[in-house]
């Protein structure tokens, strides 16, 4: 069973909140392994909202927030921008493959 | 301002090689570690390798391991990737993405990106 799932598409009102999940499996250690999150845009490279988990580099809204559950991981986007509308991946070490992998990515749409 | 430019869109034949540059700015190549991903159209990051710039480490993908190199020349501040015996599956944008060394492969400053185009 490989990698991050992650869903493929969220859509939210603007204004609301969405929570984007990743959930592992016994390989990737999602439970117990740091995890990023990064927003792309069409046509741009992805940028970092989130590392080991949940820290925020600097120039990172607080509107973005990740946790850890178990063996799933959540990105927290609160009040919802038009700006917003992105793709979404998680990522984190694979120890049985020995590589840093990422989901497949949510498109989240902002209505 | 720190930024990663990186070489131009390359078009190459099956078989065939390419080396991507990555010149840092604003910051030096050996404080921070160095990572290179891929995209394919329309498909989800893949993760290539990973080079602590200062020390020389290096991580290799399995995927990749026996045709990517992976070089830096600190007097220039720049990185370069070099992928081997192309095939039109290596058509993708590829990233370099720096790192901060207790950031755990978060990835905090990506290049904008080198198309490769593998065609016959």
């Known amino acids: 069973q490989a990698g991050l799932t992650q869903p493929p598409s969220v859509s939210k009102a603007l204004r609301q909140t969405a929570t984007l999940t990743c959930t592992g499996n016994?390989?990737?250690?999602?439970?117990?392994?740091?995890v990023a999150w990064l927003q792309q845009h069409q046509g741009h490279p992805p940028k970092l909202l989130s590392y080991?988990?949940?820290n925020r580099p600097s120039g990172i809204s607080e509107r973005f927030s990740a946790s850890r559950s178990g063996n799933t991981a959540s990105l927290t986007i609160t009040g919802l921008q038009p700006e917003d509308e992105a793709d979404y991946f998680c990522?984190?070490?694979?120890?049985?493959?020995?590589?840093?992998?990422f989901g497949g990515g949510t498109k989240l749409t902002v209505l | 301002q720190v930024q990663l430019v990186q070489s131009g869109a390359e078009v190459k034949k099956p078989g065939a090689s390419v080396k991507v540059s990555c010149k840092a700015s604003?910051?030096?190549?050996?404080?921070?570690?160095m990572h290179w991903v891929r995209q394919a159209p329309g498909q989800t990051l893949e993760w290539m390798v990973y080079?602590?710039?200062?020390?020389?480490?290096?991580k290799y993908s399995q995927t990749f391991q026996d045709r990517l190199t992976i070089s830096t020349d600190t007097s220039a501040n720049t990185a370069y990737m070099e992928l081997s015996s192309l095939t039109s599956e290596d058509t993708a944008v590829y990233y370099c993405?720096?790192?901060?060394?207790?950031?755990?492969?978060?990835?905090?400053?990506w290049g904008q990106g080198t198309t490769v185009t593998v065609s016959s």
């Open positions: 993405a720096r790192e901060p060394y207790t950031y755990d492969f978060g990835m905090d400053v």
């Open positions: 080991r988990n949940n």
């Open positions: 990522s984190t070490w694979d120890s049985s493959l020995s590589t840093w992998v």
């Open positions: 604003g910051y030096t190549l050996a404080n921070y570690a």
């Open positions: 080079i602590n710039v200062g020390n020389g480490n290096t």
């Open positions: 016994s390989n990737n250690n999602v439970h117990n392994q740091g």
